[in-house]
């Protein structure tokens, strides 16, 4: 019932930045906690920044001190600024809840970091 929509991805080269958006529709009153998640060719699913409604923000060591998760809750969008790019950051990139956990995944949207 939750229908999530990624944009914001691109081809960049390394030390470049990107600002990824996500447009949350639908039920949503259940939402507490959003995160970004990303998967690279033949690695699972990582989830790398979380965001409560609240506010509080968590980020995983790969990407902390990079990349900075927001949101507007009025608007229901959630915001990923991604800065100094590296090409292991190369994966398609999704927005989804993390509490409640996710269901429904979308496209994505694709991040190519060149080197």
């Known amino acids: 019932q939750v229908q999530l929509v990624e944009s914001g991805g691109g081809l960049v080269q390394a030390g470049g930045s990107l600002r990824l958006s996500c447009a949350a529709s639908?039920?949503?009153?259940?939402?507490?906690?959003m995160g970004w998640y990303r998967q690279a060719p033949e690695k699972q699913r990582e989830l790398v920044a979380v965001i409560s409604r609240g506010g509080s923000t968590g980020y995983a060591d790969s990407v902390k001190g990079r990349f900075t998760i927001s949101s507007d809750n009025a608007k229901n969008e959630v915001y990923l600024q991604m800065l100094s790019l590296k090409p292991e950051d190369t994966a398609v990139y999704y927005c989804n809840t993390v509490h409640p956990p996710p269901s429904y995944w979308g496209q994505g949207t694709q991040v190519t970091v060149s080197s």
């Open positions: 639908g039920r949503i009153s259940s939402i507490n906690t």
